[in-house]
């Protein structure tokens, strides 16, 4: 069974940092580019960045770059979220999503194949 988990989530101060993980069972991340998704309280689901196959990234959101981190470990067969700096607008359910065949750039999320079910992170002093 195609499968990812998120974890790494929790409640961490404005400033404060946390790394989040994505973890993929029944294939191979190798090939796959990996996006990371932030649903907000009361909004729709957005993208933050996108880790491409080669290991580049693409930012979604202006607001993730200088602060946001993503990194992928093929051998580990996960991916990685950094995030720093954090403010109280970062909080959400995060999620991770791979797909190989994009139609846009950067992908809408319809365009990602296989979805975790998230992790939350709450942001707040």
């Known amino acids: 069974q195609l499968q990812l988990v998120e974890s790494g989530g929790g409640l961490v101060q404005p400033g404060e940092s946390l790394r989040l993980s994505c973890a993929a069972s029944?294939?191979?991340?190798?090939?796959?580019?990996i996006g990371w998704f932030r649903e907000a309280p009361g909004k729709e689901r957005e993208g933050v960045l996108l880790i491409k196959a080669n290991g580049g990234t693409t930012y979604y959101e202006h607001s993730a770059l200088g602060r946001f981190t993503g990194s992928r470990d093929d051998a580990k067969n996960t991916v990685y979220l950094q995030m720093n700096s954090l403010k109280p607008e970062d909080t959400g359910t995060y999620y991770c999503a791979a797909g190989r065949m994009f139609r846009t750039w950067p992908p809408r999320g319809s365009e990602y194949t296989n979805w975790g079910r998230g992790t939350q992170v709450l942001v707040s002093s």
């Open positions: 029944g294939f191979t991340l190798d090939g796959y580019a």
